[in-house]
């Protein structure tokens, strides 16, 4: 049985002093919590003061993006090195807002994945359709053209690390959520798809998240689904009631 993960993205959002309430607050809440992976991944401004608030807590620090060098003249850029250094264990790659605003493709994203894994972090690769995919009915092309992208060339080792978070681009920021069996079959077909490009034990082993809309209401159902191992939830971790109650959905 692998351990859920819940992971906050709190996209561009927070100050630092608006970060350290926040992630204050959790520690006090989930602090007890032993059986769910909690992660959050604040703006990068935030993470050397997040990362103090949070040690020696089981909640775990990630990254909302990377650049895919180790280091050098890249003006205005981040490495997995630095964000390691601050004590990040994660890394989001390839959120559908960076594909469309800052039109990251999938070799790009396949290169990110690569220098995350090499810089000792857990890549959290999303993958999805949009809405106009979906209605064309191409959407599990789509996600296939992601998962073999972003993954190319990864040996099971590696694969074994990375967590996909299967995100439909018109269930992110809409209130919109895949009902459940949506997503439940999109998980499938991932894990058929990693079945096919790896084994059936390896595809078992990776973690795949659901994301978009995910609330304290719909957590439970979701997370019933035996597919979903857990979810990367937007909106809903910026306030940390609503982020405990996502966290608790056992209870
Ligand atoms: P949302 O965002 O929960 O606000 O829909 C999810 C995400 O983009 O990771």
Redesign the pocket.
């Known amino acids: 049985m692998k351990k859920p993960i819940i992971a906050g ?1 709190w ?1 561009m959002y927070n100050t630092i002093s608006q970060s350290c309430d926040l992630a204050s607050q959790l520690v006090e809440s989930l602090s007890l919590v032993k059986d769910v992976e909690v992660i959050i991944c604040p703006p990068f401004t935030s993470l050397s003061e997040v990362t103090k608030i949070i040690k020696n807590t089981n909640i775990r620090l990630g990254a909302q993006n990377i650049y895919f060098e180790k280091e050098g003249a890249y003006t205005g850029e981040i490495s997995p090195l630095m964000v390691k250094d601050v004590g990040c264990d994660y890394a ?1 790659v390839g ?3 960076r594909r469309k605003y800052i039109n990251e493709d999938n070799p790009l994203v396949n290169l990110k994945v690569r220098t995350t894994l090499e810089a000792g972090l857990y890549p959290i690769m ?1 993958v999805g359709e949009s809405l106009e995919e979906r209605e064309k009915g191409v959407h599990e092309e789509i996600v296939y053209i992601h998962v073999t992208g972003g993954l190319l060339g990864l040996s099971e080792e590696e694969v074994k690390k990375v967590i996909i ?1 299967y ?1 439909p681009v018109w ?4 209130g919109k959520t895949a009902t459940p069996l949506d997503a439940q079959s999109m998980h499938k077909f991932i894990r058929n798809t990693l079945s096919k490009m790896y084994n059936e034990d390896i595809a078992n082993s990776v973690r795949i998240l659901y ?5 304290p209401e719909n957590i439970k159902s979701l997370m019933a689904e035996s597919e979903i191992d857990g979810a ?6 910026l306030t940390a009631s609503s982020f405990e109650r996502i966290v608790k959905f056992m209870e």
């Open positions: 993205n996209k989001i959120h559908s807002e999303c978070a995100e269930a992110i920021g809409t994301g978009g809309s995910v609330k990367l939830v937007g909106g809903a971790s």
